[in-house]
């Protein structure tokens, strides 16, 4: 009897110590189990308060090239002179302007988000080398960041962005949107013109950046309600006319821009951004 005593003690406190790390694992296991927390979500403004809301300036580029003399009226009107660009962005800086990006843009016009004091959009129509060379690299001199559409059918044809170029934009903290395939109209599209404006240059621009394409300039600005729905289904968050009137159901799809004349003096600029947006 005294032998056995002994082995089933023994036998009792090794039961034991072998229960209590399962308790302590289950004890762990509980203390670990998250806990989930719904964050609400943050509304969003309708179509009518979006509209209500100050426009933010938006300048639209497509040239940046010094004027020849066998150059039209409309070729005049579409180019801004290096000096000229240079001019202009030093206006912006001096009379306290601050660039946004489309992000902060959509933040703003959906969900009520604050924005810098005299925001200001800067973008860059059809995929010219100059944008980069001459536009980006001016911008830089003051912080500026800008949003670059590209029609990728020109995309590293003679006087064109290439693919790496394109890169380098996106990768210094510009954005980049789509622009079509070639400058196709979309109040022109039937069939497969919208697998071949929207959606391809889409997929073919994330290939190149490697991040979502969400922004899209309506060739020439022109657009009619039968586009937005394809627009919307390509993942475009965001579409841009020129300085007509927005749709007053979509105004997302519809934001206006200016195109800045060639013609325009450097007070003429900085006035025509102080009166074409509300």
């Excluded at 490697?210 to 309506?218: H, L, M």
Aim: charge should be positive; charged fraction near 25%; proline fraction near 6%.
């Amino acid at each position: 009897m005294k032998n056995i005593l002994p082995l089933f003690m023994a036998l009792f406190l090794l039961a034991s110590c072998q229960s209590k790390p399962n308790a302590v694992k289950k004890e762990v296991a509980f203390a670990q189990k998250e806990i989930k927390i719904e964050t609400p979500k943050k509304k969003e403004g309708s179509s009518e308060e979006i509209l209500k809301k100050p426009e933010v300036p938006i300048l639209c580029y497509h040239r940046i090239r010094n004027i020849l003399p066998s150059d039209g009226p409309n070729m005049k009107v579409y180019s801004v002179t290096p000096a000229a660009f240079a001019e202009q962005m030093k206006a912006l800086s001096v009379n306290g302007y601050h660039t946004i990006l489309p992000a902060q843009l959509k933040e703003y016009l959906v969900y009520g988000g604050k924005l810098p004091s005299k925001p200001i959009m800067i973008t860059f129509d059809d995929t010219r080398e100059e944008q980069l060379t001459i536009g980006a690299a001016e911008m830089k001199k003051y912080g500026f960041k800008g949003v670059f559409f590209i029609m990728t059918i020109a995309i590293n044809r003679p006087g064109y962005m290439t693919k790496e170029q394109i890169k380098t934009l996106s990768d210094s903290g510009n954005i980049i949107g789509a622009h079509s395939w070639d400058h196709h109209m979309v109040t022109k599209y039937v069939d497969a013109d919208w697998e071949n404006q929207l959606a391809k240059p889409n997929k073919k621009l994330q290939e190149i950046i490697g991040k979502p394409i969400t922004d899209f300039a309506y060739p020439d600005g022109i657009w009619n309600t039968a586009a937005i729905p394809h627009v919307k289904d390509n993942g475009y968050q965001l579409a841009y006319i020129l300085a007509t009137k927005r749709d007053s159901t979509a105004p997302l799809y519809t934001i206006r821009r200016i195109i800045v004349s060639g013609t325009w003096s450097t007070s003429g600029f900085t006035k025509a951004i102080q009166t074409s947006f509300k």
